[in-house]
């Protein structure tokens, strides 16, 4: 009776995954508490540079230029960073981690009060953004080794896609009243800060982090995830999606002050954050029957539509409307992307291939920073906005010409050996 009982249950489970069920896994609220409060400072970090920045010197180009340079660095460590982790332990990366970072992120802001020259911002901002510790795929990494061959994965993966954009809901509110109440260096400082300590306490749970190669008879496979064709592909579409994170930074910050009304910075881009949060809940109870290779062509064909609208709003409420849209639409993407990554990479390179996303991701946003910085300074008000346009149309192209190769293993595939990967592995 309790084999069938036990039976039943599963075969419930498995047609109905949902936020409940995923968060009764067990040693779940182990990483995600410390997890959440550590990628708290990632979405106050490029926006409290901008400020800053463009508060000393008066230029948003100096300002997207500095924060780009930051995301550049990140973009190019991150996935160095994963694969350490992968090979040595998250602790061991994350804890000199987070300790440089602060360190770097109070040198970059002394510089920038002092008046320092902008060759001196830009060497300050390079381990600034080397050091950003990669909590979110570190996070998905640990899921996937809780939930390896479950129905979650996909529920996962929208609640940690859903998780980075409340986030994003928060932190640019949270950078902007810091820089604008109470200090120009208030937001930089408090990112510092809450990135120490956040990440000391994801680093101290040790029990959750996935296997090593180091760790007694584990034998896991670590070829490098850009190996994998489909990795290549994904980079570039979420180099698409950084696009418009980046532009619409900058682009936003310009409006409301040309309004006169820099504090509604943060809630139009908190507007845009939530749209990409409810969209994000909504997938992840969904059970898709869609292949995620075609949701994943669908969403992009979406998002690069809606962002190609935005240079069109000359209102606040247009803005707002047009980046609720805009947000909606970027979830679907995000959240198809990190599950194809579940099926294409193998266990031991996963935490490298969410880097590599994650930093293509930073990489978009710091190159669009920079673009929409200047397209603010030279031309007309909004028209960084054709950033995320430009962006993403040209990522839409790339994955419609390359679709093919998102082609996933077959799930019954043996990709990685060793503890926390047997056959008989359960999944409460």
């Given at each position: 009776m309790a084999s069938?009982?036990?039976?039943?249950?599963?075969?419930?489970?498995?047609?109905?995954?949902?936020?409940?069920?995923?968060?009764?896994?067990?040693?779940?609220?182990?990483?995600?508490?410390?997890?959440?409060?550590?990628?708290?400072?990632?979405?106050?970090?490029?926006?409290?540079?901008?400020?800053?920045?463009?508060?000393?010197?008066?230029?948003?180009?100096?300002?997207?230029?500095?924060?780009?340079?930051?995301?550049?660095s990140m973009a190019l460590f991150a996935p160095y960073s994963g694969r350490l982790a992968d090979r040595h332990g998250q602790r061991a990366v994350l804890v000199p981690g987070v300790l440089v970072h602060a360190a770097a992120g109070l040198a970059l802001t002394a510089l920038a009060l002092t008046g320092a020259p902008l060759w001196a911002l830009f060497a300050a901002a390079v381990p600034t953004g080397a050091s950003v510790p990669q909590i979110g795929p570190m996070v998905r990494a640990r899921w996937g080794v809780r939930l390896k061959g479950s129905p979650l994965l996909t529920t996962a993966a929208a609640f940690e896609s859903v998780t980075d954009e409340f986030t994003f809901v928060v932190g640019p509110l949270l950078a902007t009243a810091l820089c604008t109440a109470v200090d120009p260096a208030a937001g930089l400082l408090t990112e510092a800060a809450l990135t120490l300590v956040g990440g000391l306490l994801f680093a101290a749970q040790k029990g959750t982090q996935p296997e090593t190669g180091r760790d007694g008879h584990a034998r896991v496979e670590h070829a490098s995830a850009l190996r994998v064709p489909g990795v290549r592909v994904l980079i570039v579409t979420f180099l698409g999606i950084g696009s418009v994170f980046g532009g619409m930074q900058v682009s936003l910050a310009a409006f409301t002050e040309s309004i006169g009304e820099p504090g509604l910075?943060?809630?139009?881009?908190?507007?845009?954050?939530?749209?990409?949060?409810?969209?994000?809940?909504?997938c992840g109870a969904i059970v898709w029957k869609a292949a995620p290779q075609r949701r994943l062509v669908i969403g992009y064909t979406a998002l690069a539509l809606t962002a190609s609208a935005l240079w069109t709003a000359h209102s606040a409420l247009l803005l707002a409307g047009l980046g609720l849209l805009v947000g909606m639409c970027i979830a679907p993407a995000l959240i198809t992307g990190y599950t194809l990554v579940e099926n294409l990479v193998p266990a031991g390179a996963r935490t490298e291939a969410f880097t590599w996303l994650t930093g293509a991701v930073a990489l978009g946003q710091a190159a669009a920073v920079t673009v929409a910085g200047q397209l603010e300074d030279r031309l007309w008000g909004g028209a960084g906005f054709l950033v995320p346009m430009a962006g993403t149309v040209l990522a839409l192209a790339t994955l419609l010409a390359l679709r093919s190769r998102l082609a996933t293993a077959p799930r019954g595939r043996t990709v990685a050996r060793g503890v926390g990967h047997r056959e008989s592995a359960a999944v409460d």
């Open positions: 069938t009982v036990t039976t039943s249950k599963d075969s419930a489970a498995t047609s109905r995954p949902g936020y409940g069920r995923l968060l009764r896994t067990r040693g779940a609220w182990t990483f995600l508490l410390p997890g959440f409060a550590a990628r708290q400072p990632f979405a106050m970090l490029t926006l409290s540079i901008v400020l800053l920045v463009r508060h000393t010197t008066g230029s948003y180009g100096a300002a997207g230029a500095v924060a780009a340079v930051t995301g550049v910075n943060g809630v139009l881009y908190g507007v845009f954050a939530a749209g990409n949060m409810l969209s994000g809940i909504a």
